[in-house]
T-cell receptor, first 113, second 110 residues
Framework: DVKVTQSSRYLVKRTGEKVFLECVQDMDHENMFWYRQDPGLGLRLIYFSYDVKMKEKGDIPEGYSVSREKKERFSLILESASTNQTSMYLC????????????FGSGTRLTVV | GIQVEQSPPDLILQEGANSTLRCNFSDSVNNLQWFHQNPWGQLINLFYIPSGTKQNGRLSATTVATERYSLLYISSSQTTDSGVYFCAVERGGGADGLTFGKGTHLIIQP
C-alpha cells in the first residue's frame, strides 16, 4: 500500500509566521497535491506537482507556495500566515497510470492565531 | 470546470439498514473515487472506479460513465460506517487533481 506521511497532525502558528507543511510518499509517484478543507467549502486544490522542481497552481494558490526538491517530498509553504489560512491541509499522491487512484495523508489541522 | 453533485447531503439510518449514495458529474472523466473521511479527518480510499462495478465486503460501487453517475451501496450498516463520504473525479489529459463533491454525511444510529 502507498503511504503518505504528513509531518504534523496539529499545528498552531502566529499571524505573520512562515509555516512549512511537509508531505512524504513512499511509492516513487510522479504526482503530488496539496488540498485544504473547510466547512461549507469542501476540498479545494492549492498546488500540485508532476515532477521534481515542477509545480502548478490549483484553484486557490494565493498566499501559498510549494517546493519539490526530491521526488518523495512535497512541501507547502505559507509565506506569512494569516487567520484565514486556519484549515485542514491534506496531501495526496497518485501514480502516472492512476492504477491505485489517489492516496491521501492523515492531514494537518493548522490554526493561525 | 467539472461539477460534482452528491446526494443526499445528510442521511440518518438505523444499524443494519442499507443505503445508496449517489454522485453525478457534469463531464466525462478518467478517474472516479469514493472516499470515507474518518472522525480524525483522514480520507480513506474506498473504490477507484472510473467505470463498472466493484465490491469490497459490505460496500459496493457502480459507475455508469456514459450517463455520468456513480452509486455507492452500503449494506447492513454499522455504527463505524458513520462519517462523510466523498465522490471525487478527475478529467483526463494530465495530473490536474481531483474535483470533490460536497459529500454525504452519514450517521448510523445503534
Amino acid at each position: 500500500d502507498v503511504k503518505v506521511t504528513q509531518s504534523s497532525r496539529y499545528l498552531v502558528k502566529r499571524t505573520g509566521e512562515k509555516v512549512f507543511l511537509e508531505c512524504v510518499q513512499d511509492m516513487d509517484h510522479e504526482n503530488m497535491f496539496w488540498y485544504r478543507q473547510d466547512p461549507g467549502l469542501g476540498l479545494r486544490l492549492i498546488y500540485f506537482s508532476y515532477d521534481v522542481k515542477m509545480k502548478e497552481k490549483g484553484d486557490i494558490p494565493e498566499g501559498y507556495s510549494v517546493s519539490r526538491e526530491k521526488k518523495e517530498r512535497f512541501s507547502l509553504i505559507l509565506e506569512s500566515a494569516s487567520t484565514n489560512q486556519t484549515s485542514m491541509y491534506l496531501c495526496a499522491t497518485v501514480s502516472g497510470d492512476r492504477y491505485y487512484g489517489y492516496t491521501f495523508g492523515s492531514g494537518t489541522r493548522l490554526t493561525v492565531v | 470546470g467539472i461539477q460534482v453533485e452528491q446526494s443526499p447531503p445528510d442521511l440518518i439510518l438505523q444499524e443494519g439498514a442499507n443505503s445508496t449514495l449517489r454522485c453525478n458529474f457534469s463531464d466525462s472523466v478518467n478517474n472516479l473515487q469514493w472516499f470515507h473521511q474518518n472522525p480524525w479527518g483522514q480520507l480513506i480510499n474506498l473504490f477507484y472506479i472510473p467505470s463498472g462495478t466493484k465490491q469490497n465486503g459490505r460496500l459496493s460501487a457502480t459507475t455508469v460513465a456514459t450517463e455520468r453517475y456513480s452509486l455507492l451501496y452500503i449494506s447492513s450498516s454499522q455504527t463505524t460506517d458513520s462519517g462523510v463520504y466523498f465522490c471525487a473525479v478527475e478529467r483526463g489529459g494530465g495530473a490536474d487533481g481531483l474535483t470533490f463533491g460536497k459529500g454525504t454525511h452519514l450517521i448510523i444510529q445503534p
